[in-house]
């Protein structure tokens, strides 16, 4: 099963969301470093949506991957995807998440406007922001199961 | 190959090309308002019917043309469509997307907006069909490079 986190950049919650359930990061999110340290978290060359990262596997031999889909992660997996599906023949099962609510809009406006350029520094707001505020909502979100989500 | 157009509201510019594409619009003259209120699609579809991907028809060589709205994904829904297509492992060029916005001037979007989101269709059809008349050759000529492109008999 191909798991793929939706947000707006694919490289803040959607990475933090799928290291945990990969098992390369503790739900518990107990240091900075941890999350700053995560492959693809806050990539500075990604300044638009669209890009997809390969995140790792799970021990189930789950893929995990993240996609940048901007302010329209519920648009695409509810309407989109569906019709994408039955057009195509897509093989195996791809299960879309949207995580684009963990993340923190002011700091996504601050992202749009500063086109990026800021990175380097905002990583570090980011790290803290899932740390301090998200830390509960990531450890009850890693716990869904997605053998029974569509 | 799937052929999918898509614009903004899947109602207008998309549904335009696609019936140009199929020959259900004269490619020598511009078209009438009753031969583009004629069109499936044409200044009908609402706020619910974004992203559904609707098919318009086969072309003459086979290919399926379809519609659609995305919203303002603008450039970034081919990317994100191709990534999906790509995870689920389908063939590469199978699909093709051709975003029609570029070809939409003020008039489609102003008549656009009053039809279709306030529902003041006395007024905005008109606009929108006049912009879509102004807009017909650069349409046509979109069609032209797609076929040139995409479609090898």
Not at chain 1, 3 to 30: E, M, N, Q, R, T
Not at chain 1, 106 to 130: N, V
């Amino acid at each position: 099963m191909k798991i793929v986190f939706l947000d707006h950049f694919g490289c803040f919650a959607s990475v933090v969301l799928a290291a945990s359930y990969s098992g390369v990061l503790s739900p518990k999110l107990v240091k900075t470093k941890d999350i700053l340290n995560l492959p693809h978290f806050a990539e500075v060359k990604n300044i638009q949506p669209g890009k997809l990262y390969f995140l790792g596997k799970d021990q189930a031999g789950n893929d995990y991957y993240t996609l940048g889909a901007g302010f329209y992660s519920s648009f695409i997996i509810n309407v989109v995807w569906p019709d994408l599906k039955k057009l195509s023949e897509i093989k195996g099962r791809i299960v879309l998440y949207d995580v684009n609510s963990l993340n923190s809009f002011l700091l996504i406006y601050f992202e749009i406007l500063s086109q990026g350029r800021f990175r380097k520094i905002t990583k570090y707001f980011w790290a803290l922001w899932f740390i301090h505020f998200k830390r509960k909502t990531i450890e009850n979100a890693t716990k869904v199961d997605f053998a029974n989500h569509y | 190959m799937k052929i999918i157009y898509n614009c903004y509201g899947g109602s207008h510019s998309s549904v335009t090309a696609a019936a140009i594409h199929l020959q259900m619009l004269p490619e020598t003259r511009r078209p009438s308002s009753a031969e583009l209120l004629n069109l499936p699609y044409y200044d009908a579809q609402v706020g619910k019917d974004h992203g559904r991907i609707r098919f318009f028809g086969y072309d003459n060589i086979g290919n399926e043309v379809y519609i659609t709205g995305k919203k303002n994904l603008g450039p970034y829904y081919e990317k994100i469509m191709y990534n999906l297509l790509a995870l689920g492992g389908d063939k590469q060029g199978k699909f093709v997307f051709i975003n029609t916005m570029p070809y939409v001037n003020i008039w489609m979007v102003i008549g656009g907006y009053l039809s279709r989101r306030l529902g003041w269709r006395a007024l905005g059809r008109p606009l929108v069909m006049y912009g879509t008349k102004q807009a017909y050759w650069k349409f046509i000529h979109l069609i032209n490079l797609v076929k040139d492109k995409y479609i090898k008999p």
